[in-house]
């Protein structure tokens, strides 16, 4: 069993920053690749990115490449979304998942694979 807790969302000005933290519980944390989601009112829950168990490799939406980057901690038990020259089109409830199951990039970015999720945390983006 995994807990998940999202913190670091906030209001930012189009062009800032803001650093999103995914904590877990758990010893079997750094197992798991980990993924962040987010999810606009009114729309589907979209895939921003994943990194896999040992943080080697990473993976992300055409929409934030270039602009965000995760990393892990495993000793701390953290994922970390860095995300720089925000867009009022970024504003949403970001989301972390863990993965138990080893899988490249297949299907990294449907929320079906994902076992477990955080509780979300919401990103505003003004223009």
């Known amino acids: 069993q995994v807990q998940l807790a999202e913190s670091g969302g906030g209001l930012v000005q189009a062009g800032g920053s803001l650093r999103l933290s995914c904590a877990g519980s758990?010893?079997?944390?750094?197992?798991?690749?980990m993924g962040w989601f987010r999810q606009a009112p009114g729309k589907e829950r979209e895939f921003v990115g994943r990194i896999n168990w040992s943080g080697g490799s990473t993976y992300y939406a055409d929409s934030v490449k270039g602009r965000f980057t995760i990393s892990r901690d495993n000793a701390k038990n953290t994922v970390d979304l860095q995300m720089n020259s925000l867009k009022p089109e970024d504003t949403a409830v970001y989301y972390c998942?863990?993965?138990?199951?080893?899988?490249?990039?297949?299907?990294?970015?449907?929320?079906?694979?994902?076992?477990?999720w955080g509780q979300g945390t919401q990103v505003t983006v003004s223009s």
């Open positions: 998942a863990a993965d138990a199951t080893p899988r490249g990039n297949r299907y990294i970015n449907n929320p079906s694979v994902y076992d477990y």
């Open positions: 758990g010893r079997s944390f750094s197992r798991f690749d």
